[in-house]
Nanobody, 122 residues
Framework: VQLQACGGGLVQAGGSLRLSCAPS????????VGWFRRGPGKEREFVAA????????LYVDSVKGRFTISRDNAKNTVYLQMNSLKPEDTAVYYC????????????????WGQGTLVTVSS
């Protein structure tokens, strides 16, 4: 499964962006999908994840209340709505997919997208 993430860009602090993740060539409705990010000079970190049936969601504490992960299996797309963005949210954001339950561990994910850059200016 090849994933394509898009929707990144430059936004001022306090602004919003919505990232999208979709597979090319096949459906991923049976997959849990996670978002990860790598900021400048930082390790890749977990951001959010959603189960295939939308029942389970996970978030890193730093984005709780600001980011919302969702999915539309009919459109074969997973979204990450990011509100109240902060400069520390600046990073390349990656989506990833795995068969099985949601997980915070990047090593648990099998398929990865190429990343989309989010830059939040102060």
């Amino acid at each position: 499964v090849q994933l394509q993430a898009c929707g990144g860009g430059l936004v001022q602090a306090g602004g919003s962006l919505r990232l999208s993740c979709a597979p090319s060539g096949r459906t991923f409705s049976a997959y849990a999908v996670g978002w990860f990010r790598r900021g400048p000079g930082k390790e890749r970190e977990f951001v959010a994840a959603i189960s295939w049936n939308r029942i389970s969601t996970l978030y890193v504490d730093s984005v709780k209340g600001r980011f919302t992960i969702s999915r539309d299996n009919a459109k074969n797309t997973v979204y990450l709505q990011m509100n109240s963005l902060k400069p520390e949210d600046t990073a390349v954001y990656y989506c990833a997919a795995r068969l099985g339950p949601v997980s915070r561990g990047d090593l648990e994910y099998t398929y990865w997208g190429q990343g989309t850059l989010v830059t939040v200016s102060s």
